[in-house]
């Protein structure tokens, strides 16, 4: 298999890591090896030092999958799953470990002094991954481009099925059957809601039935060829009141701005404003709850992340927004108490303005 | 709502937690919450005391919802994910964490010397809750069997719609749609391996399509009313060799006598041990990879956990099977290298014997 582009990723995680005083890394994220080597599996990890040498351990049983799809220096497989520097052959120097991956529980066991040399000193290196995958290659939003198409499909089969006496489950049915069909390998929790449900901060689907004048909130996010998408559209099953269709306008009206005031060089605290002032001014102020926007990669939300939701997630605020940088806009949302509204799209940050990715129509009536 | 049996779930907890000297947990964990208070979501918490006072703090959007569906002492809604010690008003005391669940960076984040009072010690409290979920109470068992009930018609669906040309991705869809239809909210992820990756260790699916011969990897967990289960089939698209042929039913014994050993009493290493005997006398010793079971419960795969796979995971290894703990026997593959084979299934241990709760046909061919 063809290396590239995963050599000159590890030659720029090399540059990064000498500059942080870094040795080696040692990952377990299967977004961070996948992004490395090409391929990210469950218990598995992926070893790289600053000269830009990859070794991969992986289960036996998976050793001549991996051979197939990852491009590495060294590949080892193991029996069992308990690993400790020893096993690793470090013997001293920085060691770069996922901070905001590895439980509390994990890091005891690879930091204890019975399996860590005295001269090994464990860093965090949350920030190189993040800082490595935050601009996406061009073949990367190719990809990603693939997931808004597969998540705009299970949109349309969502919002064509919806009816009253479904279930929110049985709308996210429509949703997922429809991505498999059209290239979704997997994706991250489909969140459905209904009714006063939509006013919930993460509305997972349930057994509730969605009935006549209900608003539905739909969020999608499929994993196409290894990359993600999100979308989310609130819709009406019949006539929405006045006043959901006020508060929707406000929205939309707050999440387009938003989004085109994305280029190179703006700042997120910047497009948070203008989403919070437009929905303030509309007199919604204290009916937001969640950051605006996030990253869309690998992951369906990743760097870079607003300032306190970075902080959550163990991560420093981001810097000015880059060329090819993927953002959602639209992830909060704007919740009055009796129901919810919100509208979230994938875009990548351009010179000269945002490109929109998910490509499906904004409308609460259908 | 009527407050039992969290109540009392609570009650024991405070009784876990004096034996340990804990004076407060503080718990993120979902499966976690849910089990003591009814109610477990993301970006949430729940603060028990040894006295059995349990505070819940939810994204204020979410209080009337959290109100409907969860028993407390306190309720806060919050704006923000942002939490420190000062926030829950914890002065001093011995204070148990989940450190099997919360990333080191937001373990490093609660502990920090500027959001800690000096005088509040954090311990791991994932002993504490293991124990108390363990053996399951007569309302779980119902709830894990409905669960069951709901994986064998995913099952069903798979095995029916498998023809040669589908992507396993396609033969993942036809199960979870199945399994929404039939009142699963969610699921954990499905597995789907076929031909040459049903050798893997964790065969998820991807756009490879089935192919006449092909052995197919079938595994599924729906969360059902809270609660999951997990089953695992095997199948052949057409006619299997008779290496493979013999390779099934060797493994399908091993597991059927392993499910036949389960009952009150019995120790997980002791059931570990008839598995690998007739796998190993079978000619297969070197084939085996993963633990053989897992608990089931809340989780599709928690407490007990066989010794490695605990330490692995930071707890410690079982005690002797207790009467009403569930678990998933074949949890492990037989690794040919070219194809596996596996068989799992949900079980509850009783004193007189298993109750097996997934029941489907075990056969290679259909």
Redesign the interface.
Known sequence: MTCHPYSERVARCAGLMKAAGLDVLLLAKPANMAYLTGDG???AYAMTTNEGKVALGV????V??VKRLACFDRLDGF????HDFKHFEIQEGSVG?E???????????LTHPHGKPEKVVAK?C?PILSALRIAKEDGEIERIRAAAGVAVTGMVAAVKALKPGL?E??V??EA??AM??T????FW??YVCSG??T????G????RRVQKGDLVMIDLHPIVNGYSADICRTVCIGKPTAEQQAAYDLYLKAQQRTIAGVKTGVGMVELDEILHGIIRDGGHGDHL??PTMHGVGIEFEEAPLPP??A????EKAPPPLATNVVIAVGNC?L?T?PW?VRVEDTVVVKPDGPQILTDFVRQLEF
């Open positions: 599996r469950l218990c289960p036996s049983t998976d001549e999958d029996e069992d799953e308990a470990l901070y905001t991956f590895l439980t509390h529980s994990m890091m005891g066991m965090d949350t279930t489950s049985q996210a049915a997922e059957y498999r069909q290239g979704a390998d997997e929790r489909t006063p449900r006013n919930i901060a993460h997972l689907p349930t057994q709850f969640g306190g939701h902080f959550f997630h163990g949302g919740y108490g919810g």
